[in-house]
């Protein structure tokens, strides 16, 4: 089992930067494939960006692809969505969420949502314009 506890939302001007933190606790991550996603109100939630920490593998939504950075920071058991070029449409609460990871070596981690089954609490992020 993982934790995971996010943080560093907030209120930015369009055009502007955050950087989205995932504390994990519990089992290593490095075991996990670890993704964010977003909901925004009245829409269903969507994956952002995906990581499999163990290999350093990441994808991206079409919508965020150049603008977002997933990362790991190994030492500290945290992960991190750098968001820049922020948008009006970026408006969401964003997830941290982690599935075991049994995939070939290969793969990459899944998008969708019903793929994962320990979720954060959610982040709100407001980017207005």
């Known amino acids: 089992q993982v934790q995971l506890v996010e943080s560093g939302g907030g209120s930015v001007q369009a055009g502007g930067s955050l950087r989205l933190s995932c504390a994990a606790s519990g089992d290593a991550y490095s075991r996990f494939c670890v993704a964010w996603f977003r909901q925004a109100p009245g829409k269903e939630r969507e994956g952002v960006a995906t990581?499999?920490?163990?290999?350093?593998?990441?994808t991206y939504a079409d919508s965020v692809k150049g603008r977002a950075t997933i990362s790991q920071d190994n030492a500290k058991n945290t992960l991190y969505l750098q968001m820049n070029s922020l948008k009006p449409e970026d408006t969401a609460v964003y997830y941290c969420a982690a599935a075991p990871d049994g995939l070939s070596w290969w793969s990459f981690c899944p998008a969708e949502v019903a793929a994962y089954n320990y979720w954060g609490q959610g982040t709100q992020v407001v980017v207005s314009s």
């Open positions: 990581i499999r920490p163990k290999y350093g593998r990441t």
